[in-house]
């Protein structure tokens, strides 16, 4: 870590601190209200909470910001699990005996619609001085300190590595006490990341590859994580149509014999039903991937289908399909790195907006 910047920032921290002594009591307030609030929410409180007291709890992160409607987010986790099962889990993941990064780890592999913002977040509330907060903000405050190999997608950020980045972020707290700051924690440092530390002008680039890195194809990495890969450009594609205004939903049967991943539908006056679905390919048989979208055009109402994967497998989906007629006009292709920047500039303008309180947020 590049310690010379690190107390550069944080001599503009202090400054910040001495002239903008309202806002930064603000802060401080705001932070103490919401480690009160999480800290409250004991194990057996977790077990016994009722479902509007779920809404509240996950409405109330700042990860949940990029949400207008909150509701859509937990309505949606509770449908893909039994409720007791979630809370059961959160409970575990807060409270569990077991080190962080097996509770980490157990929570990923069991819970959909919780990504490592949010996770880490809770885990940040409760315990300040073991777990940082980890989202796109501490990637660029990290990534301009000179911290390597910085997890730029959610399946590679596990519990190993989320518990060794916040024994990284313990630098900052220790240089933030060594200046004044006494109590600093690494929810303190999450605030300084934030105030001082966002260098990029496009949070954007946190997904783009260097001119001199190269394109490993997704077939050439192990199972478990190809399917973390899929199952996160899955989600992801269907946040950006859920974003767009579209009814956007996953694991969708559209056909006899097809079932995809992402599916994005919208009711057009007299068209009726306007169909878009989306196959991710990380590992599996590519033959198996056509006859699929084959099938998915056989509905009427499915106007484009569109095979997602790396710039390598796309090559060879293009090979294999160039010579099946009935797809010639309907199959498209997304690099799933382009998925992942459309996401993030999707998710910024999200925040933004409702920052602005222009639009009543939904919660329940």
Request: charged share 30%.
């Amino acid at each position: 870590m590049d310690t010379f910047k690190l107390q550069k920032h944080i001599q503009a921290y202090k400054n910040f601190q001495q002239n903008e002594p309202d806002r930064f009591a603000s802060d401080t307030s705001e932070r103490k209200s919401r480690q009160q609030y999480y800290r409250s929410w004991t194990k057996d409180k977790i077990l016994q909470m009722e479902l509007e007291e779920f809404e509240e709890y996950i409405g109330k992160l700042w990860a949940m910001l990029i949400w207008g409607n909150k509701k859509y987010v937990t309505d949606k986790m509770v449908s893909d699990h039994e409720f007791d099962t979630v809370k059961t889990e959160l409970a575990e993941l807060v409270w569990g005996e077991q080190p962080v990064e097996k509770r980490w780890d157990r929570f990923r592999s069991k819970i959909k619609g919780m990504g490592p913002a949010m996770i880490s977040e809770i885990l940040c509330y409760v315990h300040p001085d073991e777990c940082m907060l980890w989202n796109r903000r501490a990637y660029v405050g990290l990534n301009y300190l000179g911290v390597n190999n910085l997890p730029r997608y959610n399946y590679q950020l596990t519990g190993k590595r989320y518990v060794e980045l916040s024994e990284i972020t313990k630098t900052i707290v220790q240089e933030l006490k060594a200046n004044g700051f006494l109590d600093a924690d690494l929810l303190i440092a999450d605030y300084f990341i934030w105030e001082e530390l966002q260098v990029e002008n496009n949070l954007s680039t946190i997904y783009k590859s260097s001119q001199n890195e190269d394109v490993v194809s997704s077939e050439k990495i192990d199972s478990e994580a190809a399917e973390f890969i899929h199952d996160e450009i899955r989600d992801k594609l269907k946040d950006i149509g859920q974003w767009l205004g579209l009814e956007s939903r996953t694991e969708v049967k559209v056909a006899d014999g097809s079932r995809v991943d992402t599916l994005w539908e919208q009711t057009i006056g007299n068209m009726g039903r306007v169909v878009y679905v989306f196959e991710v390919q990380t590992k599996g048989s590519i033959d198996s991937l056509i006859l699929n979208l084959l099938k998915a055009v056989n509905n009427p109402a499915v106007q484009t289908v569109v095979a997602v994967s790396d710039s390598v497998q796309i090559e060879k989906i293009k090979k294999h399909a160039s010579g099946v007629q009935a797809l010639n006009d309907r199959l498209k292709y997304w690099d799933y790195q382009r998925v992942l920047e459309v996401h993030q500039a999707l998710e910024s303008v999200n925040e933004e907006i409702n920052s602005l309180g222009l639009v009543p947020t939904i919660t329940w």
